[in-house]
């Protein structure tokens, strides 16, 4: 078995270096993006819509990747994988769909789908902190 856990240790470094490299592409893609957003500026309108989509959809894919890059920091430190951080990413990546999403253009059934999956990834996220209160209350009386 420890070979198997330093295969996985190795991916997961892998993986790290992958994602950091990553991360610091869309952050210079989004450094990039705002400079050319401002340098073609118009008199009446500083951004206009679309633009501050793409800007607010870049920003929210770096702090995706943080937190990706944060959650195989932590199965390398600790050897195990957070479910609560999982559905942060996840509630970040859907908050990100929403902020680039057009509601003119979707169908209401996407909107639907979009919402409970919001609603499921938000009740996951409180059932997980709930049961760590708990535990952590009961571990604090014993």
């Known amino acids: 078995m420890t070979i198997i856990r330093q295969i996985e240790k190795i991916i997961a470094y892998v993986l790290l270096a992958l994602m950091t490299i990553v991360v610091i592409s869309a952050v210079i ?12 500026m118009k008199k009446d ?3 206009s819509r679309k633009e501050l ?5 870049l920003l929210l894919m770096v702090l995706i990747g943080l937190e ?11 050897n195990t994988i957070h479910a609560d951080m999982m559905l942060l990413v996840a509630l970040t990546a859907v908050t990100r769909k929403i902020v680039i999403l057009d509601a003119t253009d979707t169908d209401p059934i996407s909107l639907f789908g979009i919402g409970f999956l919001i609603l499921v990834l938000s009740l996951g996220y409180y059932l997980i ?5 708990n535990d952590t209350s009961v571990a604090h009386t014993q």
Do not use: D, P, R
């Not at 893609?29 to 073609?40: D, G, H, R, V």
């Not at 989509?53 to 959809?57: D, L, S, V, Y």
């Open 29 to 40: 893609e989004l450094a990039y993006e705002i400079f050319q957003s401002a340098m073609n």
């Open 68 to 78: 990706l890059i944060a959650c195989i920091q932590m199965y390398l430190e600790e």
């Open 45 to 47: 309108i500083l951004l």
């Open 129 to 133: 902190h709930k049961s760590k209160s």
């Open 53 to 57: 989509f793409g800007i607010f959809g």
